[in-house]
C-alpha cells in the first residue's frame, strides 16, 4: 500500500490573505486554473533557474507527465487545465512525454468549492479513477495539477498509477501550492519540495510542508 508521495511546487497561494501579494497570488492561481497557457509558459524561465535545482527530479526529459484529471468525466473539448501545464512543460524540455492515461470513470466532488469537511476522501476518488491497459510502460512518472492542496486527489492518482505500473517512481508536481494556514504569504514564486503523507487508518492525507 502506497503511504506517501513526493511532491514537488512552484508557487504559492493564499486563499484569504488580505495581503496585495495574498491577492494577486489569487489572481495568478485563478488564471492557471483557467488554462491560461501565458500564464502557465511565464514560470518556464523561473523552472530553469538554479533556485528550482530542486525540482529537476520532478521535471526532467526522463520523465513521463500524466495530467490530474478533473473531478467529472472530460467532455469533449472541454478545457483539462493539468493538461494544458503538462503540454507546455513538455514542450520547455520538463518532460519527455505527456501520457494522459487516468480517467474519471464517475464525478467527485469539486473540492476547491466544497467545505473541508465535505471533500471527496482519497477512496472516492480512487474508485472514480481508471488507468485503461496500455503497452508504454514508463519508469518515472511525474502527476501534474494546477493546484495542490491536501492531496486526496493526486494521491488516488498515484495508487492507481502504482497498480498499472509497479515498477515505475510516482511523484507529483503542482504548479500552485495552497497556503491555507498562512494569513498572508510572502511570496509567490517559491519553488519547493515535500511530500503527501496517506494514513490507511483515517482515510485522509497530510500535506508536508
Given at each position: 500500500m502506497l503511504s506517501e508521495l513526493p511532491y514537488a511546487a512552484f508557487a504559492n497561494y493564499s486563499p484569504r490573505g488580505a495581503s496585495d501579494l495574498?491577492?494577486?497570488?489569487?489572481?495568478?492561481?485563478?488564471s492557471i486554473k483557467a488554462g491560461k497557457a501565458s500564464t502557465i509558459e511565464s514560470a518556464l524561465p523561473h523552472l530553469r533557474s538554479p533556485a528550482a535545482a530542486a525540482l529537476i527530479p520532478f521535471l526532467n526529459p526522463g520523465v513521463m507527465l500524466v495530467p490530474v484529471p478533473r473531478s467529472a468525466p472530460l467532455a469533449d473539448g472541454?478545457?483539462?487545465?493539468?493538461?494544458?501545464?503538462?503540454?507546455?512543460?513538455?514542450?520547455?524540455?520538463?518532460?519527455?512525454?505527456?501520457?494522459?492515461?487516468?480517467?474519471?470513470?464517475?464525478?467527485?466532488?469539486?473540492?476547491?468549492?466544497s467545505p473541508a469537511k465535505e471533500r471527496?476522501?482519497?477512496?472516492?476518488?480512487?474508485?472514480s479513477l481508471a488507468v485503461p491497459p496500455r503497452l508504454i510502460r514508463p519508469a518515472q512518472i511525474?502527476?501534474?495539477?494546477?493546484?495542490?492542496?491536501?492531496?486526496?486527489?493526486?494521491?488516488?492518482?498515484?495508487?492507481?498509477?502504482?497498480?498499472?505500473?509497479?515498477?515505475?517512481?510516482?511523484?507529483?508536481?503542482?504548479?500552485?501550492?495552497t497556503q491555507g494556514f498562512v494569513e498572508n504569504i510572502e511570496q509567490i514564486i517559491e519553488p519547493c519540495t515535500g511530500v503527501v503523507h496517506f494514513y490507511e487508518n483515517s482515510g485522509k492525507t497530510f500535506r508536508e510542508p
Open positions: 495574498s491577492q494577486r497570488s489569487r489572481a495568478i492561481c485563478g472541454a478545457l483539462w487545465p493539468a493538461k494544458v501545464i503538462a503540454d507546455i512543460l513538455a514542450a520547455g524540455g520538463f518532460g519527455g512525454a505527456v501520457l494522459p492515461c487516468i480517467e474519471r470513470s464517475s464525478a467527485v466532488r469539486k473540492s476547491s468549492s471527496p476522501s482519497v477512496a472516492e476518488h480512487y474508485e511525474t502527476l501534474v495539477d494546477d493546484v495542490l492542496t491536501q492531496g486526496r486527489t493526486v494521491f488516488a492518482c498515484a495508487m492507481r498509477l502504482a497498480e498499472a505500473f509497479p515498477d515505475a517512481q510516482i511523484r507529483c508536481f503542482a504548479m500552485v501550492r
